[in-house]
């Protein structure tokens, strides 16, 4: 499967935990999205990368957040001290930069669920 | 007012029939506009792509843009089963993020 992969699926921690998430992208994929989705909503912004370089944060991203993505390949994001609020489907997206005439088109992967209880 | 607004719906349709859902949005800078599938628990599934104004078809599956009324477009012919899914609107232009609707859940009942 040549898709975008995350790991794991699910995660149930408790309030108070630190989560690790991975994402691999689209290996030819020079860039790296972390997105957000509560129920009933759209996926929201919360950061990406070009390589290694992390380009631009959300304000949605607090300081508990953290996202790295050493050699520019795969992906981590880690939150701290989990609180319930943080429950929600934390998905990861990739995209070839500057195809031309395709502006940047981000596949999506499967997305890591997260229960805080 | 939130950047881009779409009915969650929910929609309900027979199997045969033209479904159309639609986007408006606010921000003049938006020039890419993408129609992402998503089925339950799953991630969004890129299905339609179009830059600028126009439209663009793709089998069953027609976007539309039109930026003079910031209104965005996706139909769908001969809807089956299989289509029932949440379909979220996305838009991009200055800057690197996709800015979503909140998307609108379809059923097509047999």
């Known amino acids: 499967d040549t898709g975008v992969s995350q790991n794991p699926r699910h995660k149930i921690t408790k309030r108070g935990q630190n989560v690790t998430f991975r994402c691999d992208p689209i290996s030819e994929h020079n860039r790296l999205y972390w997105y957000r989705q509560t129920l009933g909503q759209g996926p929201e912004f919360l950061t990406y990368f070009q390589n290694e370089a992390q380009l631009e944060k959300s304000r949605l991203l607090s300081d508990r957040f953290s996202a790295e993505r050493p050699k520019g390949s795969f992906s981590t994001l880690e939150i701290q001290r989990t609180e319930q609020g943080d429950s929600a489907m934390y998905l990861c997206?990739?995209?070839?930069?500057?195809?031309?005439?395709?502006?940047?088109?981000?596949?999506f992967g499967p997305g890591t669920r997260l229960t805080v209880l | 007012q939130k950047e881009v607004e779409q009915d969650p719906g929910p929609l309900s349709v027979p199997e045969g029939a033209i479904v159309s859902l639609n986007c408006t949005y606010s921000?003049?800078?938006?020039?890419?506009f993408m129609w992402y599938r998503q089925y339950s628990r799953k991630g969004p599934e890129l299905l339609m792509y179009?830059?600028?104004?126009g439209n663009k078809e793709d089998g069953r599956f027609t976007a539309q843009v039109d930026k003079s009324s910031k209104y965005i477009s996706l139909f769908i012919r001969d809807s089956q089963p299989s289509d029932s899914a949440t379909y979220l609107c996305a838009m991009m232009g200055g800057s690197e993020k996709l800015v979503f609707g909140k998307g609108t859940k379809l059923t097509v009942n047999p």
């Open positions: 921000n003049s800078a938006f020039q890419y």
């Open positions: 997206a990739s995209s070839l930069a500057y195809t031309e005439g395709m502006g940047d088109t981000q596949y």
């Open positions: 179009t830059y600028s104004s």
